[in-house]
């Protein structure tokens, strides 16, 4: 069981640590929040969002679902339609005084968190693909130990991420490189609605 769990602290590790459009989301928000406890309902809905995934990942029940063949052509219009309304909220962000932006309303975390989470096709490869092709190495006790070995890593990588976004902010005085996080967050978003896009068109 121990051996089940180290394996799941590393692949989830391995899958979460790279730049996205989730984990530069979770940063912006602990960046431009007034508290770190502010920026708890994106940490919290982009954590249960990863856990919805790696269950039904471990489960067998994604695996069903985008068998479906009118669901993959409904979640990529949908969500370019989203990421770039999202992006271009977030990139308006500006500054109300020199070293102040805007934040977000815990409305709009939930609602941006749950976009970026499973509107995110790198994110679904890499969470139904990997962490639910890996499970079936597993069984009974151990997979359990796997899964939530994945699920822990995932709650501390995004309280990690929001703590870091709000050190980040007490250390720019100017408020400048919060303004640059928000535009690299709208980027990052319209590149992901761009490359849904392409998905879309060349696999229809």
Known sequence: ????????VFLAFGLIMPLGMQ??????QGATQRHFFHALPCVLT???????????SVLGIAFI???LPWLKPLIFIFGICFLLYMGWVIWRKQP????????LSARYQIAFAISVSFLNPHALIDTIGIIGSNSLHFIGQDKWAFTLACLLVSLCWFIILALSGSCFKTVDKSGR??????KLSAIIMWCTAGYLSYCLIYSS
């Open 1 to 8: 069981m121990l051996n089940a769990f180290t394996h799941g």
């Open 177 to 182: 490189g919060i303004l640059i996080v928000n």
């Open 96 to 103: 109300r005084h020199h070293t102040e932006i805007e934040p």
């Open 23 to 28: 984990n530069i989301f979770v940063f912006n």
């Open 65 to 67: 679902v985008l068998a």
């Open 46 to 56: 982009a954590f249960v969002c990863d856990a919805i995934l790696i269950l039904a």
